[in-house]
Structures are given as structure tokens and as C-alpha cells.
């Protein structure tokens, strides 16, 4: 029997989207580019005010990903689009059009590609460099391949994301089979290993039926190889295909664990029902955090 859904509480209410010339404006660069947000194709409850604020996720080497894990909205197929060579210097000139500072730049999984795009990857941040802006990007996990990671970092952006998702005993309901809590922590601690100066930054979802403790235990995990930045949110459940919420964690824990995380040495923890991983990327802190960062 289909487990029945359970009701969103009234802290989950999300204000209607604001209808203002920053939003205009990314929408139209996103058209005259042919460009991707994972704003908008995962449905994300922060686009309004995000993109007021002047913040876009970018999302690169197509809208299709191949691979298919339980809780996220973007089209999954074993093979992805063909990667368009021109794609670097379009999101470039689109960064540069909408006047930006921060850009956040994340992709689908290519496990298609013998590099799985990490030489693509790599080549749009370098375009994005040239404009004179902080550049923090969310990764996929290249099967932890140490050469397609260092081409991620030697193309020097400021902040390297990549989210390890849920806790370690739920790896398996959540994320597609090629991805698990190991090859995440790997891909964190690599990263630290190639360039010690970079900072790293990861994300849970809560809802899924976790525990504090084991909430907890994964922020040690993270702190253990030197993430310096963690996120938490809500799980919301984008449509009746996907996995269903166990549970609707109130605000007030959410709290909870922003302090521990503080107290246990991030340099930086967002933490809230409506927190997703680019979630205030370029928050006034960040910014400054990486600026004086030698």
C-alpha cells in the first residue's frame, strides 16, 4: 500500500514570485544564450528570491543527466546532449550581461563522456575567471577520478561544492547506485589534497528519515577532511515519482544544527527548510571569506 503523502506544514508556505527587472533580465540571457539554470529545472522554492538578489545556478552540458537519483527533478537518460563548444563563452558573455559578481555554475552527471565533461567543466570557469568574478561550482562526482578533479581545481574557482546529499545509511534509497557516501567523501578530500587554499563546501537534505546523530555524524565526516562550508534543507518531494517525505524537520532544528555546525568548525553553515546548496551563495560573508582569502 502507497504511503500517503504527508501535509505540508505553514512554515512551508512559499511567497509567490516577484515579478522584477533582475528576474526579467536572467530569464531573457538564459534565452538568447540557450542556457540552463538548476533554478528552474529542479524546481527550486528560493528562484525569486535568489534571483532577485542577483543569484543564478547555472547549468551546463545539457539539461539531461545520466544518472537518476530518487529525489531530483532533472530529465535523466543514459546518454546526454552533445556538448555545445561554444557553451564557455556564451555563459560568460550572459555572467557579464546581467552585471554579476558571484556566479554559481553546477552540471548534470556525464558518464557518458570519457571525461565525463570535466575538461568542458574546467574550460567554462576558466571563461568565467577572465570576468573578474568569484566562480564557486557545484560538481558532480566524476567517479571520484582524480584527474578529472584536478582539472576542476586547476582551473582555479574560488569555491568547489559537491554535495554528499544524506546521511550514510540512506545512500542507497536516495542517490543513483554509481553515486555513494565514500566516493562523495573522496571527491571532498581530493580536492583539499590537489590545493589546500580552495575552499570546499558540501549539503544534506533532511526529511528522509534520518537521525540527529546521524545528522551529526556526517558533519564530523565532512569536518574530518577540512569542508569548510555546509548547507541543510528540507527535502520536498518535486513530483508523485520521486520519494516520498518522511518527515517535515521544523525550523527550530534546522537551528539546531546550524549551531553545531558552527561549533564543530565550518567556516560557514546555512541551515533552513527552504536552504538548498547554492541557497545565498553569495551572501555578504562568503564574499568577504573569499576575497581575504590568500
Known amino acids: 500500500m502507497e504511503q500517503l503523502a504527508l501535509r505540508k506544514p ?12 533582475k528576474v526579467n533580465s536572467i530569464k531573457e540571457n538564459l534565452n538568447k544564450f540557450n542556457l540552463h539554470t538548476v533554478c528552474e529545472e529542479s524546481h527550486c522554492p ?7 538578489s542577483g543569484t543564478a545556478t547555472f547549468m551546463i552540458m545539457g539539461d539531461t543527466c545520466t544518472r537518476g537519483c530518487k529525489f531530483c527533478n532533472v530529465k535523466t537518460y543514459y546518454k546526454g546532449i552533445e556538448l555545445d563548444k ?3 563563452i556564451k555563459l560568460a558573455e550572459a555572467v557579464k550581461n546581467l552585471d554579476l559578481d558571484y556566479i554559481v555554475v553546477t552540471s548534470v552527471d556525464r558518464d557518458d563522456l570519457n571525461d565525463q565533461g570535466s575538461s568542458h567543466f574546467a574550460e567554462c570557469i576558466r571563461e568565467l575567471k577572465k570576468n573578474n568574478i568569484l566562480v564557486e561550482v557545484l560538481i558532480p562526482d566524476f567517479k571520484a577520478d582524480y584527474y578529472c578533479i584536478k ?3 586547476e582551473s582555479k574557482p ?7 546529499e544524506t546521511i550514510r545509511r540512506l545512500q542507497k534509497k536516495v542517490r543513483d547506485p554509481r553515486a555513494n557516501y565514500e566516493q562523495s567523501l573522496k571527491v571532498l578530500r581530493t580536492i583539499k589534497e590537489l590545493n589546500k587554499n580552495i575552499f570546499t563546501k558540501s549539503s544534506i537534505m533532511l526529511g528522509f528519515g534520518e537521525t540527529d546523530e546521524e545528522v551529526i555524524k556526517t558533519m564530523k565526516d565532512l569536518r574530518e577532511i577540512d569542508v569548510d562550508l555546509f548547507t541543510l534543507g528540507q527535502y520536498l518531494r518535486p513530483s508523485q515519482r520521486h520519494l516520498n517525505v ?3 524537520i521544523h525550523p527550530d532544528k534546522f537551528k539546531f544544527f546550524e549551531i553545531k555546525g558552527k561549533e564543530l568548525g565550518f567556516r560557514y553553515v546555512a541551515s533552513g527548510p527552504f536552504v538548498r546548496s547554492s541557497y545565498k551563495a553569495g551572501e555578504l560573508f562568503v564574499k ?3 576575497k581575504n582569502n590568500p
Not at 528560493?46 to 532577485?52: A, F, K, V
Open 246 to 248: 518522511e518527515e517535515f
Open 86 to 88: 561554444d557553451e564557455p
Open 10 to 21: 505553514e512554515w512551508l508556505t512559499i511567497t509567490p514570485p516577484k515579478n522584477n527587472y
Open 288 to 290: 568577504n571569506l573569499l
Open 158 to 164: 574560488d569555491v568547489i561544492a559537491h554535495n554528499i
Open 151 to 153: 582539472r576542476i581545481v
Open 46 to 52: 528560493n528562484i525569486s528570491e535568489c534571483w532577485s
